[in-house]
């Protein structure tokens, strides 16, 4: 069974630090491109970051130089360091992976279920001011 469990999320104070982490299982994570969406109450999906199997990273607009994205192949697990956060990033944080191509991966999407093949249950981050 392919699982992708996130974990990390909570609430913290404006100008604070959170490290996402993702581990997957049931398929063969080195062979898939993985990545972070997020979603905030009755506003759609977009990426956060993502990276793929040789380490080529992307990044949202609204979070570059705020955000680092990194794989552990050994460990199966991706991460997703975010520091200077602000309201505006609360979100519910979802994990995805995918082979398809990531210099053509959507920025944004209806809902945190498409254009990847496997997507996690999602991990709550709320920033207060």
């Known amino acids: 069974e392919v699982q992708l469990v996130e974990s990390g999320g909570g609430s913290v104070q404006a100008g604070g630090s959170l490290r996402l982490s993702c581990t997957a299982s049931g398929f063969t994570f080195d062979d898939f491109h993985v990545g972070w969406y997020r979603q905030a109450p009755g506003n759609q999906c977009d990426l956060v970051s993502a990276i793929t199997t040789d380490g080529k990273t992307y990044y949202g607009d609204s979070v570059k130089g705020r955000v680092t994205v990194s794989r552990d192949n050994a460990k199966n697990t991706l991460y997703l360091q975010m520091s200077s956060l602000e309201p505006e990033d609360t979100a519910v944080y979802y994990c995805?992976?995918?082979?398809?191509?990531?210099?053509?991966?959507?920025?944004?999407?209806?809902?945190?279920?498409?254009?990847?093949?496997?997507w996690g249950k999602g991990t709550l981050v709320t920033i207060s001011s």
């Open positions: 995805a992976a995918g082979r398809q191509r990531l210099d053509r991966i959507p920025y944004r999407l209806n809902q945190c279920n498409g254009y990847m093949d496997y």
